[in-house]
């Protein structure tokens, strides 16, 4: 792919991902792009390196607009190895450029390169970089998602480049909002942005709503937002913005994820009548069972609904495996706002539901109990009390729901 233009003199330089679906552990069915962005000013600078595998394809692109020793700037907004690990091989053909980064970025840059011979320049928020007719403005962003990230912000075009704030992981000739809502739909792009928030930033949406804050008590006119991964916003900013804003407020779906594994079927046969009764008291419901579904997809099911109810086998009196690991990685995320209550079966000795109850317990989700279990196989007078336990959990789920 070529350079494509975001706005005079400033273009996009980097490389798509048709084919990744691994990205450390989280599962992206849609590829990903790394972005990274050239600006033609008096000096030139560089936004952000690429993933090292895609390094040639950048400077390729980059050498289709100037040969890349000219550029006299390369600003690394963060430093995780998708964005810099190829940060070398493009300096190598600039070494006189100046890096700017953060404090925090520096300390981490010189554990991944030896940066000894590098002019490194170490910026804050409210710092700034004329570079000819443009100034660029640095924002840190600590923790979103690494220590050392930041965003710049480039005045005079109205332009904010966002490194992974905002972006979605998708591979698409698309470079553009509007582009890939007429090749894909809104609805995909919109999945995608959940996807990615509820896989890599849930657990900072504290921060996200003070960062959003800031930015709007800086005045910052914003009329593209450019990502470090996906497409890029230039049709409605905004959208992305609230979207954020919303789930760093909690918004979710009244609707209930019914997430579980199964041994010999007695858990998947609970779901069944549980799933009716949160149905018919009105409340959409997904079941997701976890040997069948990625982990990034489960994760994102659970964030996008009210209510979760997590089912389990008991496997030598704890919970199976699977079920376990799904909760270890919901832990990490550290989920708020979501209302949770766990179901499960056993053949002679129980234990899993309750160790399930303790992981929510951990987690600080507000708590539905008890819990329900039928030993065997559910027999019909079980099937019953599950229907009742999925209309009681639902009506509780909008109870909660109303709080938002
Ligand atoms: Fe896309 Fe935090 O790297």
Known sequence: MNPVRLKEGIYWVGAIDWAVRDFHGYITPRGTTYNNYLILDEEITLVDAVKEDFTEISLKNIRALVEPSKIRHIVVNHIENDHASGLDRIKSFCPDADIYIT???????ERFFDISGWNI???????TLKIGKRTLLFIE??????PDSMMTYVKEERLLISQ???GQHIASSARFDDEYITCESMSELEDAVVDYYANILMPFGHL???????LKKLNLEIDMIAPDHGVIWRQNPQKVLQMYLDMANGKAN?????????????????TLPIMQGIRDEGVDCKVIKLRATPMSIAIKEFWKARGALIGTPTLNNI???SVSEFLTHLRGLRPKNRIAGAFGSYGWGGGAVKEVYE???RMGLEIYEPGIQVMYRPSLEDEKRLYEFGKDFARMVKEYHAKF
């Open 141 to 146: 962003t600590p923790m979103l998602h690494w």
């Open 319 to 321: 919970m199976y495996p």
């Open 121 to 127: 320049k170490t910026v804050k928020t409210g710092d």
């Open 103 to 109: 404090e925090r970025g520096r300390k981490g840059l």
């Open 254 to 270: 009244l609707s209930v994820a019914i997430i579980y594994d199964t041994m010999w079927h007695s858990t998947e046969q609970m």
């Open 164 to 166: 992974d704030a905002f």
């Open 208 to 214: 996200i709503k003070s960062k959003i804050e800031e």
């Open 359 to 361: 992981e929510l317990k």
